[in-house]
């Protein structure tokens, strides 16, 4: 039917007269609150939350409610609705209405859910669940019969061709083309569908007709299948179809929501091959029904503007072209675990059989040829992921010389062409595993047939990184079963006297490899591959991981037809559950990974990462690679230095002095001396002996959940670590002071002198030093606490603080390694935008772009009383490697103006996000500078009760989607946003777009 809501729980409400009301309760002594819901021809109302009442209409058959009391009562151990009997113990009763008519009155239990069309997310999971669910429905109504069912209306799928009598009606004639060709389809599937068994089925299990629930924390469920007006005997794959026709309405990829379908059904109902591969044509023949009947139903009721917007889905899909009619049966075959076509089994065991005894197709044994891996484990080509260029393409492959093989099912990044991805962004699924195999040959090495063949197709393909000459042989087994090969990279001459149907003999030589200029720009080498379905000459010679098990068994390893063993030729990825399973052996247990689902990673490139599929991620979480994953600049210099030599501080040298001056440039004049160590953390167990040695104090005052670090002195001043669960606290020397946070402290946004208030807080830490008889040493602060919930503090907050510190003796700390270098975007440092100067400034991770490297710049003052005590040394702090690193990292934000990158794409984000707040009242605030942001999630916009489980959701979700975003904050309900400071236009795009969909999930999900 047209997509509408028949007797759903969901409607709006109404009284109910004291008539039905009064009869309701004399019939089966129920009483309750009476919602009226929606419904096509019958009075339909909720009783409370338990009860569904339904009245029907009039002259309604006995036969028709009878069937689908005895239905559900029959299907009671399934996710359906039970029936209430009356208190004569009768499925339904018979009371006049108020014009003394005759109406059929029953009643079913309510069922807890929201319908399939208003739920999200249709996760494959969950979609698969619908498939087992309508699977147990029908396996059980296989034992289920009624006379009812046996009836002639227009939703019989078996009997839809009647609307060929009504093409007339659909005057768009593209739309009645398309409605001709599914008539056409059904035809030729008509016979066998009517030689199929029938059986009682629900028959219009579309998406206002599943409920479904789940939480945040809650997996999807099925809760349940309702109203079976529409019952009928009819072959069980028309439910199916049914119900797949709603499914894949709407949803981004119709074709794996398909598969996840139809895989669910059969594991609970088994299908034949014949019965898989008419769920396509049964599936588009239901919405072709549904089109021209509303189209009809418009005719009658023309005041009803419902009635051809309900048309919109089902045209929509009918006309994208997102799912491939050749292969749509092979699809659903191999989801259900067949083979993609009858003859499929039977080729593979053939090939298998005869392995060993085919022509060579070089001309000789490629058994101890040396392989060559181009995969993202093991291979740093193309430098660039999303840019293969012709040089690298010319050189990929041939570091051996001579001949040599690649793998099967390879993942590799040089597949860099637009044509390779599936959707418009840079994290967009892709194309990146080989699906056949690479043979590495001279150029003008002859190809040969390996068995006897009929040319299915020659093409010469110019394009840059295509094939350039191409051939497909086409063969059979002895038995006539076909199967192809296809020979890419071929020298286009060579293949110029080819026509297609030619004869080839086995052995027979009928082309020869290419050079690089006229073989789409490789290195010389023949792309190998074996199909057992020749759809056309684009067959994809890569695939997305994600659809390599069914890709795999369309183009299946050629080993055999190589006379190699498939093992030999079998690419084997590192496996993430075996390094899962080894680090948990290995590594401490407190030793976190990020995400439910960990990533493991293994190439980066400026914003985006790479697991060892080849699927990109975008990471906007990870601040330390400040320049950008694997920046070709810090590369060289690294190399460069490397083969020089690398030492410390203790001796002199150019690049020390160089990388000093660089930072100290940035800084305000009077901090003008440098300290290297390796980290951070180094560098703020180093401020500590620095503020103790000039103040001659040892209490130190910082905010509370706050993180310097990782080293014992550092966890001593991090209540983020000491307050954690398993922390020992606060030693009597640390005072925490309250976050300057104006969203969730105790003064908010808004409020006159607010930064002085927080400011003032400080004066109760220092009382207490003074009540412990202590004397202070100084005040530490991440200038803009991140891990305390990516806070910007009220302006002139810090410079308040820091008069109050000085005044008591004590040192100003500023802990700029979240904030520094330019991520702020309008201000290099954090404590610019504050317009405070601190006595010390701390820069880590980002420094060094991922090497180990910190910096700790003070003053004069500060450094001579540092150097009245013992020697100051860090074995690798300051060495020439990681003092040229640094500086390379400061001038490659200088010179790809990165600051000005973070403040255009920063304010574009932010002004993003700012959009979906209003959207959203599960955003409570949107804070931050540049490339500095956080998400405060709540769960209520009043009260902002913090959403911690609404942040975990959320961040594995946009992880799901391929984003990487991390969770902060007292309560962990901040999203976290950071990324590389190279994060580019259609990124933030990509942020803001996957952001609506999992924001709207998650608020649906409350």
Request: proline share 5%; charged share 20%; hydrophobic share 40%.
């Amino acid at each position: 039917m047209a997509r509408k809501e028949f007797s759903t729980f969901f409607g709006m409400e109404t009284c109910m007269t004291n008539h039905w009301q009064q009869a309701v309760q004399n019939l089966w002594g129920i009483k309750g609150r009476f919602m009226q819901l929606d419904g096509e021809y019958d009075l339909n109302f909720r009783i409370d939350s338990t009860h569904i009442l339904k009245v029907m209409r009039e002259g309604c058959k006995v036969d028709l409610v009878d069937l689908q009391c005895r239905a559900l009562n029959h299907l009671r151990a399934l996710p359906l609705p039970l029936v209430v009997p009356s208190q004569k113990g009768l499925f339904f009763e018979t009371c006049k209405d108020e014009k003394g008519c005759d109406r059929i009155l029953w009643v079913l239990e309510n069922l807890d859910g929201k319908t399939w069309a208003e739920f999200k997310p249709k996760t494959p999971q969950l979609i698969r669940r619908l498939g087992e669910t309508i699977g147990a429905v029908d396996e059980e109504l296989t034992g289920f019969d009624h006379p009812g069912l046996y009836r002639e209306f227009k939703w019989h799928l078996p009997t839809g061709g009647w609307i060929e009598d009504h093409l007339g009606i659909i005057a768009d004639t593209t739309r009645q083309k398309i409605i001709r060709q599914i008539l056409d389809d059904f035809a030729g599937i008509k016979t066998d569908l009517e030689a199929l068994a029938v059986q009682a089925i629900h028959n219009d299990i579309n998406d206002y007709n599943i409920l479904v629930t789940g939480s945040l924390h809650d997996s999807p469920a099925i809760s349940g299948i309702i109203d079976l007006g529409d019952m009928c005997a009819a072959p069980v794959a028309c439910d199916l179809a049914i119900a797949a026709a709603y499914v894949v309405l709407d949803h981004p990829d119709p074709e794996s929501a398909l598969e996840d379908l139809v895989q669910g059904f059969h594991s609970a109902y088994p299908l034949s091959t014949k019965e898989i591969d008419m769920i396509w044509p049964l599936l588009r023949l239901r919405l072709a029904v549904s089109v021209v009947n509303s189209t009809l139903m418009a005719q009658k009721k023309p005041d009803d503007p419902y009635v051809l917007i309900s048309q919109g889905p089902a045209w929509a899909f009918l006309e994208c072209g997102k799912v491939n009619p050749d292969l749509i049966a092979a699809r659903l075959r191999a989801a259900c675990g067949f083979g993609v076509n009858e003859s499929a089994q039977s080729v593979i065991d053939w090939l298998g059989e005869n392995r060993g005894c085919f022509a060579q197709v070089l001309g000789r044994t490629l058994d101890s040829l040396p392989r060559v891996s181009l995969s993202v484990a093991d291979s740093t080509l193309p430098q660039d992921p999303f840019d293969m260029t012709p040089e690298e393409a010319a050189t990929l492959g041939v570091a051996t010389q001579g001949f040599h093989l690649g793998y099967y099912a390879e993942p590799r990044l040089i597949y860099t062409n637009k044509a390779y991805y599936k959707g418009p962004f840079k994290a967009s699924n892709r194309r990146t595993v080989h699906i056949g195999v690479d043979i590495f040959a001279p150029a003008g090495t002859s190809v040969h047939a390996p068995l006897n063949a009929r040319v299915a197709a020659v093409e010469n393909r110019k394009d840059n990184l295509d094939y350039g000459g191409l051939v497909i042989l086409h063969h059979e087994t002895e038995k006539g079963a076909p199967f192809f090969t296809l020979y890419g990279h071929l020298n286009p001459e060579s293949i110029g006297g080819l026509t297609a149907g030619q004869s080839i003999e086995k052995g027979q030589v009928f082309a020869a490899l290419g050079e690089q200029q006229h073989n789409g720009g490789w290195a010389p080498h023949l792309h190998f591959q074996a199909g057992l379905i020749n759809t056309d000459p684009n067959w994809p010679g890569a695939v997305d991981p994600d659809e390599l098990d069914f890709w795999s068994k369309i183009y299946p390893n050629p080993a055999a037809i190589l006379n190699l063993d498939d093992e030999s030729l079998a690419y084997q990825p590192p496996s993430k559950a075996g390094v899962l399973a080894q680090r948990k052996a290995r590594f401490g247990q407190n030793l976190k990974l990020t995400y439910t689902d960990p990533v493991m990673f293994l190439r980066g490139w400026k914003t985006h990462l790479f697991d060892e599929w080849g699927r990109p991620f975008l990471d906007s979480y990870n601040n330390v690679p400040h320049v950008g994953h694997a920046h070709p600049r810090i590369q060289a210099v690294a190399a460069d230095q490397l083969q020089r030599m690398n030492s410390n501080t203790r001796y002199l040298h150019p690049a020390q002095i160089a990388f000093a001056e660089k930072i100290t440039s940035y800084m305000p004049e009077q901090l003008s001396v440098c300290f290297f160590v390796n980290s951070g953390s180094e560098a703020n167990e180093l401020t500590l002996r620095l503020a103790r040695a000039h103040s001659g104090g040892k209490d130190m005052i910082t905010p509370d959940h706050g993180y310097h670090g990782n080293t014992t002195g550092c966890i001593d001043i991090s209540a983020y670590k000491f307050n954690a669960k398993g922390g020992i606290g606060p030693s009597d020397w640390v005072h925490l002071v309250e976050v300057a946070d104006d969203y969730r402290g105790r003064f908010r946004r808004g409020e006159a002198d607010i930064a002085q208030k927080y400011a003032d807080l400080v004066d109760e830490a220092l009382a207490g030093i003074c009540a412990r008889n202590g004397k202070l040493a100084g005040f530490i602060a991440e200038t803009f606490p991140s891990v305390g919930g990516q806070i910007i503090p009220p302006k002139g907050y810090l410079p308040a603080v820091y008069e109050k510190i000085r005044k008591a003796g004590g040192v100003c700390i500023a802990d700029e390694v979240q904030t520094g270098l330019g991520r702020l975007g309008d201000y290099f440092f954090g404590f610019e935008e504050q317009g405070a100067v601190p006595d010390i400034v701390v820069l880590g991770k980002p420094i060094g772009n991922g090497h180990p490297l910190g910096v700790v710049v003070t003053t004069k003052e500060i450094a001579d009383s540092f150097a009245k005590g013992p020697e100051f040394f860090s074995t690798f702090g300051g060495s020439t490697l990681s003092c040229r690193t640094g500086l390379e990292v400061l001038n490659i934000v200088e010179d790809e103006h990165l600051q000005e990158n973070a403040k255009q794409m920063g304010d574009k984000l932010m002004a993003g996000l700012q959009g979906l707040q209003k959207k959203y009242e599960i955003i409570g605030d949107v804070r931050g500078y540049g490339l500095f942001i956080g998400l405060d999630l709540v769960t209520d916009i009043k009260t902002r009760e913090p959403g911690t489980v609404l942040a975990d959701y959320i961040k594995n979700r946009m992880r799901e989607h391929r984003i990487l975003m991390g969770s902060e904050g007292p309560y962990d309900n901040i999203l976290k946003i950071r990324p590389p400071m190279t994060i580019e236009d259609e990124d933030i795009d990509y942020i803001l777009e996957v952001m609506n969909k999992v924001l709207e999930e998650a608020q649906s999900l409350m």
